[in-house]
């Protein structure tokens, strides 16, 4: 009996102590979330663009991950710090690219429709292709480590996701070409949805090694888990329009439950798109486009600023969270010199890969274009350089990790991915400010944009205004009234 | 090969579908809780008070779980219903608990604060004694299943715990007495923590056998984590007010860091608790308290209307999913008839338990204090009537069933609190309204209340209308010098 005491002591009190490591753990991930937004506001504060708050909330995983390194209890740490992946799949991913479909500047965006699409789907295809091609060659010539071709392809289709958000960031900050900012944000948020299309069609392929290999098969596949995820995502979308249009929730006192079910909304595409079998990811893009669009405008006034900031509270957490994890693992995870060259021979390969999608795709545009539209050389090179790779290319490498047999191969295209987030945010990122500067892309229509800015808070407040004088004048009576009959 | 190929087929589709399963499974919860959002406003909008928002989610809970349960896929829904109770301990119990603190109506709180804490500290341990020693005879008796005495104190303890919820939004459509409000509210928000310090109390014993039952050790221990854990909650408020009175952030361009920073300070007082292997719970309810009367004033305007938005968003969000759940658990679960028999007893024995709590405690405060403040006998039943159980205790008894080493106990324990809460919340939920007009407790300030709202609002219209003129003339004057430089 006194033995058994002793071992439920025991035993219970290695379940206290790992319950209380796990909140120490999750203690220091909400210290460094905040430490990172503070960094992330001095730095833009005192205009030092080389480091964004991405790099920053990275650095800051580095540095504390290389210390639980040195320290003993570097275990305990790494085993909670690895989180699991149903939580980056179901509620961290989700709202970043959300956000993103939801911020899109409608009226530029829409008139380089055409020019978007083409680098987005042509140019994305190409991009991975190459970039797999080299890949496979690589390892065949042990120039690198050895992958077999399908994995070569995947690895090339889930590398050609850019990230818009630190480039897009110093964009607006310094000013640019309107095109150019549509053009960068476009490409990046639309190629998001072809790369995982590419990547679950080849997934397939993969699953299913009987199949034959006909191109037919590959582009019906493809063009299913498409055009069905952008599909689910556009329905909801418009119900959710429909819904806020006639329903009639835009009253004052409703409006707790109009936040609710706006709030709700994407996140039904999401799950609605992943129940049927298709991109959970690729739906919630489409739904934030359309749901700012259509929905959005039917919502009342509070609505709108309550919804518009929680989005970006939501994300811009998620955000951070990501990039803090990130350098974590990058500073955690062994590493071999095996990885280190086949990271170098990466990303001269997708630096091949990116100008073979941006150069002959904008030739491709210029020669349908008007004059006066071409895409100049210099918005062609930014647009070359501007392509981050962030946390889709993450999340998919992620994914690839769990679904490849071969543990060390997909072990190795995880690492090579983390790895390239970190240079390419790191640098590019650090460099956005000078390589716009440098290619005289920098405060075109600054000004232009600054006093349209103006004029549309001007008129807002305006409107508000004279609504609130409205509603004060008819306060006002309410109270004289009852004051009257009360007397 | 082939043969491999094969196997690897069927596995990758077994976890395909699994996948699809689980995507759908949470699907179909954010129906639900869209659509138990919408029944509560169908319901409030109708003034039909017998069936509350929170009694519509539990409903649909149950009905949901019932087809389920009739269905053949019933082990495979089941499973995902089934969700762990990390989610529910990190990311659903603190918002509801934060919030309940954050909610506080100051002024009238503060002035019954004595009777508050008579209730909730010297009442809430009455009761929950009473409760356990009834429990342990009614076993010792053959009345009911046995628990040993340390698990009906348990039990005693964490069926102790009320929740506000549904009275108080029927209170607030009602109309009642400020005091009898303030009474109700007070007593069930501060109650939780002393059935969490208590539960813990305990937990301590049984963990440690070979400790002697002292009389002082049960004292200082149970001390050491209420005061431990609210001087967590309390410095960390107290610094977040710091911070935010002299950091300057209430300036308009960091609205987004200044709202990312306040939505952290809860979860960051809950963590540091839990690491210090103390009571988030308690701390973060206590943060809640003070961060509303000392943070929350130093924010800015769209900030306060930000926070306290996001704060109730995320918290009904919670409060329903977890009425939801509790619906599809008590559906779900195998059922035995020792269990009914616990059921009836338990609710009989928390009924005189209530009694022995509020009016002992009441004759004692009204003994103090002076004849025009003295607590009602009308009021005194509505206080025992009001005592529904909810997330609190549903928590605390899922946490037993993980800690408590004989299986069966614990799960007796988990099934008879679901129950209660689903009884208390259906049948006390749906006649409080009959109730209160029964003991004519209905509308007694409520002309007055109202009065006060409308001045409130009217000068708050006034205050914002005068800030928005500045702002307005402000703009203006440098748009027209802009422009007149450009000219």
Known sequence: MAQHGEELA???????????????????????????????????????????????????????????????KEMSFKRWFNFNEE??????????????????????????????????????FVASM????????????????????????????????????????????LGTDMNLYALVFGE??????????????????????SANYSFTVAVSSFLQTFVGSMGTGVVVALCCALLFKYAGLSVNSLHNLECCLFVLFPYFSFML??????????????CGILMKHYAFQNLSEPAQAFTRGFFQLISSLAETFLFIY?????????????????????????????????????????LIRPVARKIPLKHQKALWFSGLRGAMAFGLALQSKRDLPTKSNGETIFTTTTAIVVVTVLFIGGSTSTMLEK???????????NVEVSCLSLFRLEERASFMRRLETTIIWSFIARQARDI
């Open 188 to 209: 990046s948020v639309l190629n998001d949805a072809m790369a995982i299309a590419l990547y679950k069609t080849l997934m397939k392929f993969w699953h299913d090694p």
């Open 87 to 124: 939580f980056f799949f179901l509620f961290l991913l989700p709202p970043i690219i959300f956000q993103s479909g939801f911020n899109l500047y409608a009226k530029p965006f829409f008139s380089n429709f055409g020019a978007i699409c083409v680098f987005a789907i042509v140019g994305t």
């Open 273 to 286: 798109a992943e129940g049927l079998g298709l991109s959970g990811i690729i739906a919630i893009l489409f």
């Open 130 to 173: 190459v970039t797999g091609i080299l890949v496979f060659l690589g390892g065949l010539f042990f120039l690198m480590y050895k992958l077999s071709f399908l994995e070569s392809l995947l690895f090339g289709s889930l590398i050609s996701a850019t990230d818009p958000v630190t480039v897009l960031a110093i964009f607006q900050e």
């Open 439 to 449: 290619l005289e892309v920098v405060g075109d229509d600054y000004a232009a944009l």
């Open 10 to 72: 025991m035993a219970s009190e290695a379940a206290i102590e790992q319950h209380q490591v796990a909140g120490l753990s999750l203690l220091l991930q909400i210290v460094m979330l905040g430490f990172a937004f503070v960094l992330g506001h001095v730095l833009r504060r005192h205009k030092f663009y080389y480091l964004h708050e991405a790099s920053a909330s990275l650095l800051i995983g580095i540095i504390v991950g290389g210390i639980a390194n040195v320290s003993n």
């Open 326 to 366: 990130m350098g974590l693992d990058i500073a955690t995870e062994s590493h071999t010199w095996s990885h280190v060259g086949f990271i170098f021979f990466s990303i001269v390969f997708i630096l091949a890969a990116r100008a073979a999608n941006v150069f002959p795709c904008a030739y491709l545009i210029n």
